[in-house]
């Protein structure tokens, strides 16, 4: 589920690859423990904009999928897995919460299902994302900064590019690129907010197998300017309208 591959079910050591949305079906039974009913995973997944027949139908394609791969078992009221699925995206969050956050860079191979845009996908991309960034800008070594600014999501990443070139060793000559790549970015990239975080990074100044099944993304479920004085504003001469004139926003 991590990175930009298809998404996959790994069932016998075979890929089997999966529909994003069949993914985000079993990220969110993954990660219910009780299970969801067919409104709870309308909700999650289409926003409960979805009608309840169209989950059920979608639900029914993704068990006869399974059951005809000996994949594992979608149990109904409520929709729930019979057994654990561990997934990339999993995996990482528990390398965070223990602390293991090189361990966890090493395993994050980019946005969770970078492409779906349901809500519970989303909200679970956007909080791996920002422990991941918090852990590294918190705790990483300059190695481990340099990682990370290696992912897609951190490439603009202001703040990171800066605390960069504060680790790195003024004469040393392995870092002379990345110190040249830190000051390109900083100087010249724009302003950054962290899907993660909410955060806004200014420029250089503002410088997760029972059944022998397991999910992946086909690997895992394995996918200022100077400081010049301003000079203030001349105020215009301000016009009435005429008699009966009306002004409408659009």
């Known amino acids: 589920m991590l990175g930009g591959a ?6 016998a050591g075979r890929a089997l690859e999966l529909t994003e949305r069949h993914a985000e079906i079993l990220l969110a039974l993954s990660r219910a423990g009780a299970g969801l009913s067919t409104a709870e995973l309308s909700a999650r997944l289409w926003d409960g904009r979805a009608q309840e027949a169209t989950v059920r139908a979608e ?13 594992p078992v979608i149990a109904s009221r409520p929709y729930r897995l019979c057994a654990p699925l561990p997934s990339d995206a999993g995996r990482v969050l528990e390398l ?5 956050h090189r361990r966890a860079l090493r395993e994050y191979t980019g946005a969770l299902l970078p492409h779906s845009e349901a809500p519970a996908v989303v909200a679970l991309r956007h909080r791996l994302s ?5 852990a590294v800008l918190t705790d990483g070594s300059a190695e481990a900064v340099r990682q990370y ?28 690129g990345a110190r040249a790549r830190a000051a390109a ?14 955060g806004t990074a200014g420029r250089a100044g503002g410088v997760q197998r029972a059944c022998n099944v397991r999910l992946r993304s086909v690997s895992h479920v394995t996918q200022r300017h100077g400081t010049g004085r301003t000079q203030p504003a001349r105020r215009r001469p301000t ?7 009306s002004h409408h926003e659009r």
């Open 59 to 71: 639900v029914l394609r993704l068990r006869r999928l399974l059951d005809s791969r000996g994949g």
């Open 130 to 134: 920002g422990l991941l960034r918090e």
């Open 149 to 176: 600014l290696e992912l897609p999501e951190a490439a603009d990443d202001a703040e990171a590019w800066a605390l960069l070139l504060r680790l790195l060793p003024a004469r040393s000559p392995p870092a002379g």
């Open 185 to 198: 970015r900083l100087t010249s990239g724009p302003a950054v907010r962290h899907a993660g975080t909410g």
């Open 239 to 245: 016009h009435r309208p005429a008699q009966g004139a």
């Open 96 to 100: 965070l919460d223990r602390g293991s």
């Open 6 to 11: 298809p998404p996959a079910l790994v069932l």
